[in-house]
């Protein structure tokens, strides 16, 4: 299986437009040695040729332009994207669907919960029939064990793990989350049995979660924040990073903490919001990541496992 991170950093990437803390502003100014990131987005593949992009983001179009490999097809319009999983409804996972119209149709996968929320509060989905019937719609069941298949990727085997985070704000399930509304990927080869398990968006691990840890070759999971109080604390928002259902990487019960507790091959942190100073490679929080044997993702990063 190959695995490329389109988009590493959270919503609002990194730098964020409008934001001026001090990691957006070194990495702005050229002080730091941090690398600008799109948002949060990766994208699958059994042969190289035929790719599924997971969560599409606001920045696709620029991430499609940035990989030969997704913008290849042997006709005049086209591409190497087959079909697209969205993981939640949040705008940096799904704003992306607008910005494919030019490709339309094309397949989408994600619960029944997402699709309510995409066809209601953020109707993208019924604003996209309008261009060649919009996106063909497959639901998935959390509660099945057997997973589903993508046609154009026969190689893999895609099941859903029930996440505990938070709805988008802009819905009327914010703050009590459906078990629907966040789920992580556990992606199977069925050649090898190599096992990716991808989790942007977490904000405690239960024990479905710790299960498909354990058996994963790769793990990407969240890493959103340093600290759960980070934002407020720079003086940029009043929520908590838990508040927004991120579990933040340092402290005892934190994510870092937990993947000490695997020996995964490949362990990544993924989603980094722009105030994480993880994003300086010259920081300590950076050096303590790497020391303890965890990869910090970046855009255009490859993965084969
Ligand atoms: C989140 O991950 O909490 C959201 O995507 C934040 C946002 O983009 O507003
Ligand atoms: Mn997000
Ligand atoms: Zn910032």
New binding site residues.
Partial sequence: MRIEVLGSS???GFPQWNCHCRMCQSVRDGTSRAEPRTQSSIAVSDDGDNWVVINASPDIRQQINASPRLARTEGTRGSSIRAVIVTDA????TTGLLILREGLPLELYCTPEVAQELSTTYPILSMMQHWEGGYQTHTVDIESPDGWRIPAVPHLAFYPISLSSNAP?FSPYRNRPRPGDNIGLKIVDTRSGATLFYAP?LGAPEPSVLEAMKDADCVMMDG?LWTDDEMIRAGLGTSLGSE???LSVSGDDGMLALLSQFDNPRKVLI?INNTNPILDPDSPEHHAVRESGVEIAFDGMEIQI
């Fill in positions: 959270a919503g609002g949040q705008i940096d996972h704000p968006g959103t927004m259902g991120h989603h």
